[in-house]
Nanobody, 120 residues
Framework: VQLQASGGGLVQAGGSLKLSCQASGSIFNINAMAWYRQVPGEQREEVAR???????KYLDSVKGRFTISRDNAKNTVTLQMNNLKPEDTAVHYC???????????????WGQGTQVTVSS
């Protein structure tokens, strides 16, 4: 199983970016999907999470600005980020809890990081 993230970049404060992540491989089902971010020297923090039934949860500082969504048929999760602020600058990682076709158990998977830089 692999998670392939895309969509990072450089944007001015107040701008928007959309991150996408697609899971591929021998997937039986996907439970929660999420986006995390990490600034050098700090712990990775969860930005937004969405359950397989569509229930969402957001970091307080991004509520009202970010929207997480998923397409279960395509095994994708998307993070629409609006009104970006310099403090949103970080490497962003997609995350999913997946059960593969060869296991009775689910485990956590991470995508490669994608850099989001917001200039003031």
């Amino acid at each position: 199983v692999q998670l392939q993230a895309s969509g990072g970049g450089l944007v001015q404060a107040g701008g928007s970016l959309k991150l996408s992540c697609q899971a591929s491989g021998s997937i039986f089902n996907i439970n929660a999907m999420a986006w995390y971010r990490q600034v050098p020297g700090e712990q990775r923090e969860e930005v937004a999470r969405i359950s397989n039934s569509g229930i969402t949860k957001y970091l307080d500082s991004v509520k009202g600005r970010f929207t997480i969504s998923r397409d279960n048929a395509k095994n994708t999760v998307t993070l629409q980020m609006n009104n970006l602020k310099p403090e949103d600058t970080a490497v962003h990682y997609c995350y999913a809890v997946i059960r593969t076709t060869t296991s009775n158990y689910q485990r956590r998977y991470w995508g490669q990081g994608t850099q989001v830089t917001v200039s003031s």
